[in-house]
């Protein structure tokens, strides 16, 4: 199972809008709605903030959304913060009952 | 509050096994999936394999099948991965992370495991 296509940086200043995609196969981003996307700080652990492809869990902001087109998903955080300086990877469920992850994007905060 | 804690670094020999340890608490043990998945420095996660609440059945990546097991202790509210015949390539950060029933997401995570293979 080859990796997500992910950008590997994204940048914007503060307050403005960035989009991260991501982009598979009918095998995996395509063919399900079991996109997620985390989001890790250095020497952290990866933290949910996207699931089922546009649904934000119980405590992440609603500047973080998400969508879905084809075979690519996409990840915006809009009103960009600087706690938004992070690495962040998508995730999807396929069709061989197994999880496939993005290549990571490296968003910085200008 | 969720929590999964997991064991301490460990360094070990090429060709050697490795055995790391996931403590949840704060929520109904047999209720969630527990998956293990590694980070290598510098690198992207990669999902190594489930063991299902029921903690009797397991799948495993194709990249690990025959080198991996995963196993629950329910009585200790603990999950393990041993992973064996360890290169330099299976250097890396080791994590748990619980799933909720047929939900597919990681909402939960463990701190991390960080496994060195050196001769």
């Known amino acids: 199972q080859s990796a997500l296509t992910q950008p590997a940086s994204v940048s914007g200043s503060p307050g403005q809008s960035i989009t991260i995609s991501c982009t598979g196969t009918r095998s995996d981003v395509g063919g399900y709605n079991y996109v997620s996307w985390y989001q890790q700080h250095p020497g952290k652990a990866p933290k949910l903030m996207i699931y089922e492809v546009s649904n934000r869990p119980s405590g992440v902001s609603n500047r973080f959304s998400g969508s879905k087109s084809g075979n690519t998903a996409s990840l915006t955080i809009s009103g960009l913060q600087a706690e938004d300086e992070a690495d962040y990877y998508c995730s999807s469920f396929t069709s061989t009952y197994s999880y496939v992850f993005g290549t990571g994007t490296k968003v910085t905060v200008l | 509050q969720v929590q999964l804690v997991q064991s301490g670094a460990e360094v070990k020999k090429p060709g050697a096994s490795v055995k790391v340890s996931c403590k949840a608490s704060?929520?109904?043990?047999?209720?969630?999936?527990m998956h293990w998945l590694r980070q290598a420095p510098g690198q992207g996660l990669e999902w190594m394999g489930i063991?299902?609440?029921?903690?009797?059945?397991?799948r495993y990546a194709q990249n690990f099948q025959g080198r991996v097991t995963m196993t629950s202790d329910t009585s200790t509210r603990t999950v393990y991965m041993e992973l064996s015949s360890l290169s330099s390539e299976d250097t890396a950060m080791y994590y748990c992370?619980?799933?909720?029933?047929?939900?597919?997401?990681?909402?939960?995570w463990g701190q991390g495991t960080l496994v060195t293979v050196s001769s």
């Open positions: 704060g929520y109904t043990f047999t209720s969630y999936h």
């Open positions: 992370a619980r799933e909720y029933d047929a939900t597919y997401r990681f909402d939960y």
């Open positions: 063991i299902f609440s029921s903690g009797t059945k397991t």
